[in-house]
């Protein structure tokens, strides 16, 4: 896909009534990090509901801002009964860990276009998203009460 027709995907992907969308703090003019979710793009017929991208600032990872904005968009897919949700990943992704250490399963595989190369591209499920939404909760707790 051209970047214009990637534009395009996504200026009607965030419109649509099911899509969420959460932006972090914005910090000296940018944005710390993101997350969309909404009805699964990708994926087998038994998934419904698809984090679409989590990112945070290299400078900000760690400190516990991906976990917040994952328990938003699994809050808001829990909301819509969008479940079971599926995450992709690149696969040589040193931050698959992020999904391992949540509890997430891999169960998906394929290659995926960006620009004139394909890379592969492994999923993550997790089958009870109840359980999920408990770990983000209880992980954003014990961040919170540390301090
Ligand atoms: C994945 C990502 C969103 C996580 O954001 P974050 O703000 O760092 O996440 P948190 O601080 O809430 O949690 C990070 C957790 O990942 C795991 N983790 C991350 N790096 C790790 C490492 N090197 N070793 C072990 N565990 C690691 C840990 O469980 C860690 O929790 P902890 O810090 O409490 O131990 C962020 O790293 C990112 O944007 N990566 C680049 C983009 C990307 O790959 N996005 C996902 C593809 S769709």
């Known amino acids: 896909m051209s970047y214009e027709d990637q534009a395009k995907f996504w200026e009607g992907y965030l419109q649509e009534p099911q899509v969420v969308s959460y932006v972090t703090d914005i910090q000296g003019g940018r944005v ?22 989590l990112y945070v600032r290299e400078t900000f990872q760690r400190k516990g801002i991906g976990k917040k904005l994952m328990f938003l968009a ?16 690149l696969k040589e992704s040193p931050y698959r860990v992020f999904y391992e250490k949540l509890g997430g399963t891999l169960v998906d595989e394929t290659l995926r276009a960006f620009g004139d190369q394909k890379y592969p ?27």
């Open 32 to 53: 710390v990090g993101f997350v969309t979710g909404g009805p699964k793009l990708q994926g087998a017929e038994k998934y419904r509901g698809e984090i679409t991208a």
């Open 74 to 89: 699994v809050k808001a897919l829990k909301d819509h009964n969008l479940r079971p949700i599926i995450i992709w990943a």
């Open 121 to 147: 591209i492994v999923a993550y499920s997790w089958q009870n998203l109840d359980d999920l939404y408990k770990i983000l909760l209880k992980e954003i707790l014990a961040r919170a009460n540390s301090r």
